[in-house]
């Protein structure tokens, strides 16, 4: 626990369920859910549905799955804004018997005729709030004016519902983005006239593209759900989060969610945008992959191979486990596995590949006759070796190859057993076939020469 932190920690999370879970959210979930378990304390969560028109349920799931599908829970239930609308109704009667607020007959911008609001009357002064990332900051309030806190006394608006909602949950830190420093001395001002205490402040750096603009879906995915279709894990979504806008001080850039618990430090977050860099997420979910459990790693590849493969692996359980290594060096997160097996990655290991003869000649070599020949032995040499690892086939073969010209020797036999310009080595590609496919397919070459 922080030495200066006596009381208990409560962190909340307020999204807006006005779109999906979206990953600067996720970030605000994930330094909130740190702080607070770090001091045990707890993490609230609330949907802010205040605006009926764009609040949709669909998104609310979203949220909610998606906090789940991170791991970062929450205490308590879930408080819904838009079923409190009698709560919000006493603070604006409070307020307006008080002259702390009252009712304005106006013009109304958006329907353009008269009808009436709910102002806040501003008392026009300085507010100066401690901010845990950024320090004192200081806001002139005169230039807000009476600003709207809701259309009617059933219509609360965003500043007073969360000013209420963080008083009676008895928030002690509101840690947000940077895109809501401005709404702070509105909301100091209301928590002065309704008694609330002032909670500790944290903002955090925006998340900004590349081009250091506001992230938008221009720059790729910006919903966690993006995210997780694409095959990255939850565990280094959370682990790139984290270093959005914070770093150990260290090297160090690998972390699980138990070890962000012991090292994050809201101190330590920086104040300058933090850019998002794909690469750099890739590179943390290939590290992350390889910490994964194999049955996990392998139900994975099962769950993005298309059908087709799919029922093959499962057919084929031993040239499965071959693969397995290959595709977890070759890929950076699970969509890669499609992309390989719409590609035909795979097909070679399943099925006699197709290809031109003139390929399987090793660079400027032409001779079918002396190909031939070298195939013969090929199989000849293969036949004699028992245990058919890859290891040992590459003992039996090399002094043979290296007699003759390993690219003489070599390239002939992956290709052909490949029938791609890359693939594994022809020792790991013959023992994933095993000595008869491999035979065979060396005689379908064999044929091929003959038939030229
Ligand atoms: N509902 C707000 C949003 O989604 C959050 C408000 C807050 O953190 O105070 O942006």
Known sequence: MNKEITEKIITRLPPSPT?????GTART?????????????????RLEDTDKERSKKEFEVNIISGLEWLGLDYDGEITKQSERTEVYKKYLEKMIEGG?????????KKEGQRGSVIRFKNPNKEVIFKDLIRGDVKFDTTELGDFVIAKSLEEPLYHLTVVVDDFEGEITHVIRGEDHISNTPRQILIQEAIGAERPIYAHLPLILSPDRSKMSKRHGATSVDDYKEKGYLPEAIINYLALMGWNPGTEEEIFTLSELLEKFDIKKVNKGGAIFNIEKLNWINKEHIKLMPEED??????????EEL?????????????????????IEKFEDVTKMCTDGEFDYYFFQPEYELEKIFWKDENDPFVLRLRMEKIIEILNSVGEFTAEKIK???????????RG????????LLSGRDKSPDPFTLSEILGKEETIKRINYAIEKIQKS
Request: avoid cysteine; charged fraction near 30%.
């Open 19 to 23: 779109g999906l879970f979206h990953i």
């Open 29 to 45: 979930a994930l330094f909130n859910y740190l702080f607070a378990r770090q001091n045990n304390g707890q993490m609230l969560f």
């Open 100 to 108: 702390l607020a009252y009712i304005s007959e106006e013009e109304i």
């Open 297 to 306: 790693f392998k139900e994975k590849v099962l769950e993005f191979s298309s």
């Open 310 to 330: 799919k029922e093959k692996f499962v057919k084929y359980p031993r040239v499965f486990e071959e693969i397995l290594p290959i595709i977890k060096e070759r």
């Open 395 to 405: 003992e039996a073969l090399w002094d043979y190859a290296t007699e003759e010209g």
């Open 408 to 415: 003489s020797v070599l390239w002939p036999l992956r290709y």
